[in-house]
């Protein structure tokens, strides 16, 4: 299974563009990226998901380079309510999931 | 339509006691999976169910937790003689495994348990 490492926490301001780097040196060919948001007290939240390129919604949009060794997950305009924190995966559709430590984002006015 | 449901949403218990804990994933949806969080950590995989078999149970920390899932819906959650390092919250996830491989877990607002 495929570990994934991201930064511990980021700060940024309302406005901004704010990219968070996941890196998956081992990720498998049969492995997804996928993003989660988690606010306090809940649950996470599916952002997005990719397999290769660049992948973009509503909320956020996926980079992915060519070898697949890591992932940029960019929140275009982010607001205070971005504030979360973000979870990198990497695996198959349905097994075992390793979420990690994720990102702590910090959005200041 | 409805999303993930767990119940209780808190649980108060004493050290020794045994816990259940309940999951309503969304209908339809194949897979199923529980995770523990501990308070300021990241999610702990503890088990996944395709249907009702649960083909990984490698996240179960101990054999004091078990879980079963029954007409490919319900899910429960089994801890027995309660620790207090078993206090966390509890999510259950579901998802729909579809052709592609491609997937999404919906997760449930979690049981926070505490162990005194």
């Known amino acids: 299974l495929a570990k994934t490492t991201q930064p511990i926490s980021m700060d940024s301001y309302e406005g901004q563009e704010v990219n968070i780097t996941c890196s998956h040196n081992n990720i498998a060919t049969n492995d997804y990226i996928t993003w989660y948001q988690q606010f306090p007290s809940q649950g996470p939240r599916f952002i997005i998901q990719g397999y290769k390129t660049k992948v973009t919604n509503e909320v956020a949009s996926l980079f992915i380079p060519a070898d697949r060794k890591s992932s940029t997950l960019s929140l275009p305009r982010v607001s205070l309510s971005d504030t979360a924190v973000y979870y990198c995966l990497v695996g198959p559709s349905a097994s075992k999931i390793i979420f990690g430590s994720g990102t702590r984002l910090s959005i200041r006015p | 339509g409805a999303g993930v449901s767990q119940s209780p949403s808190n649980k108060v218990t004493e050290k020794g006691k045994d816990v259940e804990l309940r999951c309503d994933p969304i209908?339809?949806?194949?897979?199923l999976y529980w995770y523990r969080q501990r308070l300021g950590q990241g999610l702990e995989f503890l088990i996944y169910f395709q249907g009702n078999s649960a083909p990984d149970k490698s996240g179960l920390p101990s054999d004091r937790f078990s879980a079963e899932r029954t007409g490919e819906s319900v899910s429960t959650l089994t801890i027995q003689r309660t620790q207090q390092e078993d206090s966390a919250v509890y999510l259950c996830?579901?998802?729909?495994?579809?052709?592609?491989?491609?997937?999404?877990?919906?997760f449930g607002p979690g049981t926070r348990l505490t162990v005194t």
């Open positions: 209908s339809g949806h194949t897979a």
């Open positions: 996830a579901s998802s729909l495994i579809r052709d592609t491989d491609s997937y999404e877990q919906y």
